[in-house]
Structures are given as structure tokens and as C-alpha cells.
């Protein structure tokens, strides 16, 4: 089985130490440590599996080879596009914020 290197982009760190800090500041460290496993976990997934998310906001957002995969356990969804070499991170957004709006914010539109 053939694994491909999962890199996010610069939001996506960004959107990840967000979802951190804000688990710590509500005084929840051990689910921040969740967090971090999830996430490792989802990265692993779409390593091995990237054509297995979801690309439904591929087509709400006209960006083709978009796809996301959830984590388990917590509201966030991972979004990405599969190249040739290397999975894409683009974003890793919590479930219930306005997705068309991420795209003003990563300067896709």
C-alpha cells in the first residue's frame, strides 16, 4: 500500500493550534491530547486512503479534488486535495462554521 506525505498548509497549522488553544483555555488538556491523536490519526488515514473523503464540498464550492475526512471524536472536518506526490492540507475547520467562508480566508476564491 503506497502512503503518500500528508502537508498542511499554513492555515491549516494555524486552524490546528486554534482548536488546541481553545481546548486548553476551557481547561480541558487531556481533550486537547484527543485532539492531537484524532488528528494524526486522520492524516494517517488519508495517507494511505485520500480518494476515501468526502467531496461533497467539492462540488458545493466548485473546487474540484476537494475532499474532507472528519475526525473521530471531535466536530472538525480535515480539507484537503490528493496530488500526484503528496496530500494537500488546506484546512481543518470545526464542522459548524460557515465553510464557503474559509474560501475568502485561504485566498481560493
Do not use: C
Not at 15 to 37: K, M, P, R, S, T
Not at 79 to 100: G, Q, S
Amino acid at each position: 500500500m503506497t502512503h503518500k506525505p500528508v502537508i498542511p498548509r499554513e492555515q491549516a497549522n494555524r486552524d490546528v493550534d486554534d482548536a488546541i488553544a481553545w481546548y486548553l483555555n476551557e481547561g480541558a488538556e487531556q481533550a486537547a491530547l484527543d485532539f492531537i491523536a484524532a488528528l494524526e490519526k486522520a492524516y494517517g488515514h488519508i495517507s494511505r486512503h485520500p480518494a476515501s473523503g468526502s467531496s461533497r464540498y467539492a462540488h458545493e464550492l466548485n473546487l474540484p479534488g476537494l475532499r474532507s475526512w472528519p475526525l473521530a471524536k471531535f466536530p472538525y472536518l480535515v480539507f484537503y486535495v490528493e496530488h500526484t506526490d503528496h496530500v494537500d492540507v488546506w484546512r481543518v475547520l470545526h464542522a459548524e462554521r460557515d465553510i464557503p467562508a474559509w474560501m475568502k480566508e485561504s485566498g481560493v476564491e
